[in-house]
């Protein structure tokens, strides 16, 4: 049974500092991973998608990691800004199905 | 190109009664699935349809059911709605592997 745990639960980091979340799953046979953004009782915005045969993507100032041997993933947001304050989440989908397991989220909070 | 479209945004029911959610998907996507995001218990996954064909369904009780129609919007039917049924309720369309997702409805049981 795919988990999905996501360290730390909540971060608080000053303006303009590089920072990492991370993303570890227990069965490496995935499909896909993906990285959301949920901003308060809102739904999900898809940041990045990280195909099981890719190692990365990148998108601006994001970018996300995918190591499936060791069944970890990392985003990392450079020259954080205030407006990147939300709850980030990885999500890992199966082989075979499009059943979507989700961590419990990372809630970042930038300091102006 | 329209996102996905989840109606209504906000409900409130109560103890007993059955409530319907709707969700639209991005034009093209033939696969929807539900989800449920409680504070404690995270995103848990509830069923997914393609083709309107149930593919998959979570670990939810049996008052909880969906249908997908042909034009591929799904609904989302829960019955003898309790306490513990409050929560956020995301609708995803997938395509490609990618998933997208509406804003929720946040369903309230009073």
């Known amino acids: 049974k795919q988990e999905v745990t996501q360290i730390p639960a909540a971060l608080s980091v000053p303006e303009g500092e590089n920072l990492v979340l991370n993303c570890s799953f227990t069965d490496s046979a995935i499909y896909n991973l993906q990285w959301f953004r949920q901003d308060p009782g809102k739904g999900l915005t898809s940041l990045l998608l990280?195909?099981?045969?890719?190692r990365e993507q990148t998108s601006g100032r994001l970018n996300a990691s995918l190591d499936k041997s060791s069944g970890r993933s990392t985003l990392y947001i450079a020259a954080s800004q205030p407006g990147d304050s939300a709850t980030y989440l990885c999500?890992?989908?199966?082989?075979?199905?499009?059943?979507?397991?989700f961590g419990k989220g990372t809630r970042l909070h930038i300091l102006p | 190109k329209a996102g996905v479209t989840q109606t209504p945004r906000y409900l409130i029911k109560t103890r007993g009664q059955q409530v319907t959610l709707s969700c639209s998907p991005i034009?093209?996507?033939?696969?929807v699935s539900w989800y449920q995001q409680t504070p404690g218990q995270g995103l848990q996954f509830l069923f997914e349809y393609f083709s309107e064909t149930q593919r998959n369904k979570g670990n939810f009780p049996g008052r909880f059911s969906g249908r997908q129609f042909s034009n591929s919007r799904s609904e989302m039917n829960v019955s003898t709605l309790e306490l513990g049924d409050s929560a956020l309720y995301l609708c995803a369309s997938s395509l490609g592997g990618e998933a997208f997702f509406g804003q929720g409805t946040r369903l309230t049981v009073v």
């Open positions: 034009s093209g996507h033939r696969s």
């Open positions: 990280i195909q099981s045969s890719q």
């Open positions: 999500a890992v989908k199966g082989p075979s199905a499009d059943k979507i397991i």
